[in-house]
């Protein structure tokens, strides 16, 4: 056989093309995977692991829950507790829409070792509600008419207490002096002064306390505190944080049954300390509007942002607050503000700096909030070296004036827009949100986190770690030292708005700074607005 | 079929920019570790949605990833060297024909990462049609190890 040179060429033309092709796809490839694990080292973030706890073992924990409305079913379920009613619905919204997990979820939620043992909701229509779904012969039920009769029962271990924010530290109070455990909704307390006096009772108390701050479980946040600790950011100077949402139940518009009457509801015991007036289905439904019962933007949402702030950077209490907004998007007879900013000064407070000693201190933590608007502002921690967006999941840029990374960014190796760090836990896990207000918490990481790729109810883990602690002792993640942070800082926010002044922290003294002829409680619960500078909402 | 030489030429240079093509897309899947079908998927969308959506599961994605690159490979080496070539374009036609099912340019399906614009016809159709081409025409006799194997039994003949 004899063969041409073009026959040759003919016959293996194709084998150098190959092996151009397959050098430039490895070596792209290769290249690319080498520069991206040379930042990677570089950052060495470790992801946080998802918290492992010892066992619930034994008798079950025998549970009380205190105020079985919006919230309150919500704990029940991740407690393992769903009404007939919320199932139902929910088969019906999978039928809608296959992408909705929620009852999956809680179908495939680890089952606790508790007991629902009580109810205390002074709604007959609801107190039945959670008789009727919850009583089984497993789950024998008892309804008390008040929380004292429930601590005092000797049948009750631990109350959840989810009830108008003028009731948490009155029934906190009395639980754990009673050795009762307690989980309580944020905020902690309504007023400065029972602030003081619950931290007292927790650390008197043998029983274990907890503030609802779930979100405290998300593994992302976490990770963030690990970015932070390696001064990823650089020194943080400001932090932007943002509550954005636009619908009735965001702006607490909730839904005014018509099962309620004065024969269903004890009004007196709504009231409580409370301003002494009539009968009124807008107040008890939609407490959160009124100063007298609930806390408003600072109380309510503010204490979301903060505390995951907190979670990551242990900052403590700001040494000085001031706010200002107004009601300007549902002027419907509410007192608390629906528009609303927070500055709060950190002014000793460092996050680590990668330039000379002493250039950087002092951070300042700025909330804005309108119950007028959807756009999704997401929360950004600034530093000089970098910005982080904090959420579920975490997204980490190059600063370009970055001192830390000056060489990096100069030799093209990382570039200001494009991000050097992406933490998403939940890759792996679409996410079908049913509410606006849902797809709010969703995206600031309070509703749920993933473990292993897998979506967990964050309030799951809080309850779990509560439970535990309750069996095995242990610390919580949102015990009183958090609680009582999360509760001043809330405080000082709600009475800067309503005075119009600098509201100030006395680090020394652990007290705020008094302001003469002011009395801060009398304040924060007056319904009518105390500055006369500014406009008058009552 | 009437061979045409300048029709011969087309065919094989469309034959090597196709293998070209799918060569490229399995070795950058091949050296990088962490890729995945997974995203592409799990965002599968059109009435073969479910389908699509179980090749993500956990349990077989790793499976998919690997075949799929294997495949990509197989195409891209068959159609570059010329051997083969009729199973490469069948093997090509299989997996253009699933992506383009699992992500279909129908009307009233929202387009997920696609450049430009399309109503049915989208460039993963055109390309399936070019390979039905390849299949139909095969041009390893003239650009190709066929070529050579073709010269080893003239010359045994000879023998």
Redesign the interface.
Known sequence: ???TRR??L??????P??GA??W???S???G??RARSAILEQLNIQPSLPPAVPGISGDPVRVGIIGFGIRGEQLCRSLGFATKEWTEDMKLEVQENPNNKGLEDFMNQEKLNVHLAGVCDIFDYRAEKALRSFGTDDNKIKRYSTYQEMINSGEIDAVVIATPDHWHAPMAIYALNNGVHVYVEKPMTHTVAETYELRKAAQNSEAVFIVGHQHRQTLSFGTARDIINKGTLGHVSLIQTNTNRNDDNGAWNYEIMEEASPTTIDWQQFLGSAPQIPFNKNHFFRWRKWWAYGSGLSGDLLTHDYDRLNCVLNMGIPESVMASGGVYAHNDGRNVPDVMQVNMEFPNFSTGSSQVKGKEKGMTFCYSATLGNGFNRPTILMGHDGTMELGNRLTIWPDGGSTRYATMLEEGKMSPGVPIYQYNPG??S?DAVSSATSQYFADKGLMWTYID?KRVDSTFLHMREWLSAIKNGGKVSCGIKEGFEEAIAAHMAGLSWKLGKRIEWDTQTETIKPIEGINFDEVLLSNEMVRTDFIRVS | MEKNPKIEISVTILR?LI??HF??E???K???P?WTA??YL??AQGPFKSIFTAMAN?SIIGWVDTLNMVALIVV??TL???IFEKVGALVGIGLLGMYYLSHPPFPGLTQLNVEGNYWLVNKNLIEIAALVLLFYFPTGH???????RK??L???E?D
């Open positions: 056989m004899k063969w026959d040759l003919k016959g293996l033309g194709g084998l093309i190959l092709v397959w430039a796809g490895a792209t490839t290769v690319k995977r890759a792996n679409p790729g | 090597v293998g070209w060569l490229y399995g070795i950058v091949m050296y990088n962490d997974f995203g799990a965002s956990e891209g080496v570059l060297l010329g003239k650009f190709g190890i066929k070529n050579v010269q080893n003239v010359s045994n000879m």
